[in-house]
């Protein structure tokens, strides 16, 4: 799945007048998050087929003044990080609300059995937010089939370039293991197409055909672990994956392999792949994300040789934010056209978002 309209922030056009009736809409989320994902263009964009309710953005601060009734007419509201969390309390305040816009990825910090109850719809942005995890991570796949990590360390403390260098695969002939093909899985799978490398996926809930149709090798997660050179986890956070990466599983990882997570940090077993880690420093552990974030501050992660810590940057930044914004405006144009939406969320989809 990609997207079908703009990049980085640039539609493809702006919105064009329909047949349809001219929604009240609103912007709930906090105003440095609007400005973010949504700011003047996108604002206006939708106010050409729309009527805007003022002030906006609405943040859960900008909630607790508002007028009784100032929200009963709104029919749509657009959201993003930060937002407010659609309680009972939230949606007695929008009696009229039919469809929510969320400008970006998991739904599941702002919605409740209440939400549900009401059959609103909902899309997301989360194929935007997709793109850059899937550039981060492709990224470190490749400076990891290089074995890059090490020698980078070394020339760094030494002042000097290693006398040897570890047995590097690169990207020929390597092996790559994907452990989930959801929206991002998918994403990196097709990076990975413009490589000479095999790619193997463990998921639970990939069938034959889909397999088939995305050509890719279904294995057990240990086979996963113990064929890879690089093991990238794009899994979402449920009562079943917590925990699920132990220090059992990541035993199976042959020499020299890479672990990336760029996922949910509480997925693995945190003591357990610092245990790993110690006694494993041929292999390299690229993390995004840990649990909690940051790490406490006497964290072996800090410290660790063999691991690559960044502060949660593999999703949107900067100007790939406004690219969920126009996805959801572009959502937004085909609403009022009549049209399905794009990318609609059920409950049940909900719960496998990472």
């Not at 990825?105 to 194929?127: E, H, K, L, M, Q």
């Not at 020499?255 to 509480?266: D, E």
């Not at 609403?335 to 990318?343: D, F, K, V």
Request: aromatic residues 8%; glycine residues 6%; proline residues 8%.
């Amino acid at each position: 799945m990609t997207l079908s309209g703009s990049l980085c922030g640039h539609p493809t056009s702006l919105l064009e007048s329909s047949a349809q009736p001219r929604p009240t809409v609103a912007f709930l989320l906090p105003p440095d998050m609007f400005e973010l994902i949504y700011g003047q263009e996108c604002t206006e964009a939708i106010a050409a087929q729309a009527r805007v309710i003022t002030p906006h953005p609405l943040g859960p601060a900008q909630l607790s003044s508002l007028a009784p009734g100032a929200l009963a007419d709104v029919e749509a509201v657009f959201t993003g990080w930060n937002s407010p969390l659609f309680d009972e309390s939230l949606l007695q305040q929008l009696p009229r609300l039919r469809t929510v816009f969320h400008g970006a990825g998991s739904i599941r910090p702002y919605v409740t059995d209440a939400f549900w109850r009401r059959n609103i719809a909902i899309t997301t942005a989360a194929i935007a937010n997709a793109i850059p995890v899937a550039e981060y991570t492709l990224g470190a796949i490749l400076l990891s089939l290089k074995q890059a990590w090490r020698p980078s360390r070394q020339t760094r403390e030494t002042r000097a370039f290693p006398n040897s260098l570890p047995a590097v695969k690169g990207a020929c002939g390597a092996t790559i293991g994907l452990v989930s093909l959801g929206l991002i899985g998918q994403e990196v799978l097709k990076r990975l197409r413009s490589f000479d490398v095999e790619v193997i996926v463990y998921d639970p809930y990939l069938t034959t055909a889909r397999s088939a149709e995305f050509e890719v090798e279904s294995v057990s997660m240990v086979e996963l672990m113990a064929r890879s050179d690089v093991v990238s986890l794009h899994s979402p956070l449920n009562t079943e994956t917590q925990g699920f990466i132990t220090g059992e599983l990541l035993a199976h990882l042959k020499p020299g392999a890479t672990f990336i997570n760029t996922a949910r940090g509480a997925i693995v077993n945190e003591p357990e792949l610092i245990a790993f880690l110690r006694n494993r420093p041929d292999v390299q552990a690229i993390l995004d994300v840990t649990s909690p974030e940051p790490p406490p501050a006497d964290s072996p992660l800090y410290d660790l040789p063999n691991v690559f810590l960044t502060p949660h940057i593999a999703g949107s930044l900067g100007q790939e934010c406004r690219r969920m914004g126009w996805t959801m405006v572009e959502e937004f144009d085909r609403h009022q056209r009549g049209e399905p939406l794009q990318y609609p969320l059920s409950r049940e989809r909900a719960l496998q978002q990472t």
